[in-house]
Structures are given as C-alpha cells and as structure tokens.
C-alpha cells in the first residue's frame, strides 16, 4: 500500500465505517481469482491489486467495509453468488 497507511496511528480499522465503490468490475482485466487461496487481511500487508479486490470482496480485508459494486448484466460473471447480498438492474 501506501507510507501512509504504515505509518498511521489508526491501529483498528473495524471501529470506522468504510465504502468502497467498484465502478464497472466488467471492465476489469485483472485475474480475479476467487478459488485462488492467496489472501491478504492486514491493509499494511503489500499484495497485488487483484489480491487486494478479492480479499476486500471476500471479507477478508476490512471485514466491516460495505462494497458496491456496479457492472453490466450482459458481461461474463466475475463475481461468485456466494458474495453477492443484493442484484439490482438499472433500466
């Protein structure tokens, strides 16, 4: 990650409310494999951007985080069901 988050002083992430928007995941490239056991759970942990989305999707890393997720319904299926709380589709 970052210096940043190394050197911060906010020792317990789990207290704090955290979003993450994940804007058109069908438009991403990256090997998001979710049958890979490779996983990261603490945010000072180096991991590659794919680790780092499949850990966050899981509810590996920052457990408490709430995820959004947008992508169209025609793309392949990247995300396993098994992750998903909710499907909407937009007209």
């Given amino acids: 990650f970052f210096k940043e988050t190394k050197d911060s002083v906010i020792s317990d992430y789990e207290h704090l409310k955290v979003v993450f928007v994940l804007d058109g995941l069908d438009a ?3 090997p998001l494999d979710f049958d890979n056991k490779e996983t990261v759970t603490d945010i000072r942990e180096p991991a590659s951007v ?15 985080a709430q995820l959004w997720i947008t992508s169209r319904p025609s793309s392949p299926k990247k995300l396993p069901d ?9 007209r």
């Fill in 50 to 64: 794919d680790v780092l989305l499949t850990s966050l999707i899981r509810g590996n890393l920052l457990p408490s």
């Fill in 82 to 90: 098994e992750f998903v709380d909710r499907k909407t589709q937009i």
């Fill in 28 to 30: 991403c490239e990256l």
